[in-house]
């Protein structure tokens, strides 16, 4: 039960935070915007005519996309009719000539944005940013940097808020598809679209990606260092967060509170202030220099052999936080109103040809209704892979293959899940929900104790049974199958990959000469040694961890040479870590 109270757990605080990124969705205001942040998979160059040459060593084009929800003004909607709730509007930035995907990169795009909303939408003032659950976009430095961005942009950033952990793919990632859609049917009019200064024109070609703006970004990683040493004090302390998915910005306070979870009591408050004092390990700056110092940091020629004027880009302005390089091309944004569709007007026709023509497969229809029930192929024949399973799945049903359980129509069959209620209400009443089980669990506590730990001497047995005698070796499919036959009633056997890669350390130790008869992988005490190191500790929990390893030894004196015999440093860190628990808790283990 383990496992499922872990993916529970899981499944809470994802839900929680899609509570509350609805409640900001809901909450804003004609000032007000939500921004979408993520990386795209690394752009690959796309030929019209391919060679196999060109992709040895390539490393792609790094490509950050930002999904801006804003309000449509009371002029906006008495001039259009039917508009939907919100107005969304993409920012595509490629960068140029550096691939990296990390923290620094992610500054100098959010410089940009930051350049293009106060530029596009004058009446926003409060910003919200939401973010996946990646490493990059948890640094304390990039967390800084939102806040001094957006304040140079006379912006206000309200909260920076991440998406639960494997929640699954975003409505930017169909923007993605699309503008990858974009880029191929380019590339197949006949051109290539191999560097990032290609990929912008491409972005941009025909009119452009619907409600996009797409520019080339030079990141200046210079400006970083002058970014850090200038707030040095703040950073070390950023430099302690923790896990967390929501963070709260104060511009009055100057003040950032961190939460684990949304609208969880859970919380750290960090000031953003960078105090003199706090720079000790550096010396006085001469405040007459300090320009001079920075601009000899920032190099401001690095973007000077790259030349777009022959293609239409154009220079359009630089970050004020990281000193960026923006290109782009001037042109109006290809902005099309989000209309709501009537009821009444599906079966109505329509004078404009490009509503009634698909955006796929080019077909038109005479009635919006028409295009609605239409399920596009694509212009190769491709399937439509729902509508195929639904197919597959009823050609089964009919087969008898398997039965649905409707327990709307036939209460009698709820009684099929009895025994799981049960054993749902016994881990509640036992050993599930106390307070504080939705949280997440520390690093390497996350995903609980491995499916393949019960069966690893099971799996030794087999490998060394193929090791005596080739005729019974097993690769790990194999070995799937015999513990199957084994356990006919067990649920919870491990896969192939986990049975590979216990095959993979047998192997390992097999070649330095070691032997592979004991279960390996355990990384701590074995037994009965583990129980003496409690007892000792339960003794006398003030002992020192030198202390506590020689009254160890006085206790098993004629088992040291034994292979499951613990080594000093385990035991003294076991000690060591049962008394920092036992100082944080108060409860002896």
Not at 229 to 254: A, P, Y
Not at 263 to 283: K, R, Y
Request: aromatic share 8%; net charge negative.
């Amino acid at each position: 039960m383990e496992k499922l109270l872990l993916f529970f757990g899981h499944r809470v605080r994802v839900l929680n935070q899609h509570v509350r990124i609805n409640e900001i969705m809901e909450n804003l205001q004609l000032d007000d915007a939500l921004i979408v942040m993520d990386f795209k998979m690394k752009y690959k160059e796309i030929y019209y005519r391919e060679k196999t040459t060109d992709f040895y060593g390539k490393k792609g084009s790094s490509w950050h996309g930002r999904m801006i929800f804003s309000r449509y003004s009371e002029e906006e909607r008495q001039e259009t009719e039917n508009l939907k709730d919100h107005r969304i509007t993409y920012i595509d930035h490629v960068s140029s000539g550096d691939s990296k995907q990390d923290y620094v990169a992610v500054m100098s795009y959010f410089d940009a944005v930051c350049r293009q909303i106060s530029m596009k939408f004058p009446g926003i003032r409060n910003i919200y940013v939401q973010l996946d659950n990646v490493r990059c976009y948890k640094k304390g430095n990039l967390l800084l940097a939102f806040y001094e961005t957006s304040k140079k942009y006379n912006l206000n950033l309200v909260v920076s808020i991440h998406t639960g952990v494997q929640d699954g793919k975003g409505s930017i990632d169909a923007h993605f598809a699309t503008a990858m859609w974009h880029v191929i049917t380019y590339c197949n009019m006949g051109s290539d679209v191999i560097t990032p200064i290609e990929l912008v024109d491409c972005l941009n070609a025909n009119g452009g990606v619907e409600n996009t703006i797409a520019e080339l970004v030079g990141n200046n990683r210079p400006a970083n260092e002058v970014f850090e040493r200038d707030n040095d004090g703040v950073l070390k302390r950023l430099g302690t967060i923790g896990e967390h998915l929501e963070v709260c910005f104060n511009s009055v306070t100057n003040e950032a509170t961190v939460y684990e979870n949304s609208n969880v009591q859970s919380t750290t408050c960090f000031s953003l202030v960078n105090n003199v004092s706090e720079n000790v390990n550096e010396e006085p700056m001469d405040t007459n220099n300090v320009e001079e110092d920075e601009e000899d940091d920032v190099d401001d020629d690095i973007y000077d052999n790259e030349t777009f004027e022959d293609i239409g880009i154009v220079e359009k302005g630089r970050g004020l936080l990281m000193n960026c390089v923006i290109y782009g091309v001037e042109r109006e944004i290809n902005q099309k109103q989000r209309i709501g569709v009537k009821i009444n007007d599906l079966d109505m026709e329509s004078e404009e040809e490009d509503e009634l023509q698909c955006n796929l497969c080019r077909k038109h229809f005479s009635t919006v209704s028409n295009k609605l029930q239409h399920k596009c192929k694509g212009t190769v024949g491709q399937q439509d892979l729902i509508s195929q399973a639904i197919e597959y799945a009823n050609d089964m049903y009919k087969q008898h293959e398997f039965e649905v359980i409707n327990c709307s129509t036939n209460p009698e069959d709820l009684k099929v899940f009895d025994p799981v209620y049960e054993t749902l209400q016994h881990t509640h009443d036992c050993c599930g929900y106390s307070e504080g089980w939705g949280r997440t669990r520390k690093h390497g506590k996350k995903y609980g104790k491995k499916y393949v730990d019960p069966f690893r001497q099971d799996i030794v047995d087999m490998f060394n049974l193929g090791r005596d005698n080739v005729a019974l070796r097993r690769g790990a499919p194999k070995m799937l199958v015999e513990l199957k036959r084994k356990y006919p009633t067990r649920l919870d056997l491990p896969s192939e990959t986990e049975i590979r890669s216990v095959i993979s350390s047998l192997v390992a130790k097999q070649k330095k000469g070691q032997s592979t008869d004991i279960v390996i992988g355990n990384r701590g005490i074995a037994e009965p040694y583990l129980t003496m190191v409690f007892e000792i500790f339960r003794e006398n929990p003030a002992i020192q961890p030198k202390s506590a390893w020689v009254l160890f030894q006085q206790k098993h004196p004629s088992e040291a040479t034994t292979l499951t015999y613990p080594l000093q440093k385990k035991v003294m860190s076991k000690i060591s870590s049962l008394k920092s628990s036992y100082k944080k808790t108060g409860v002896m283990p």
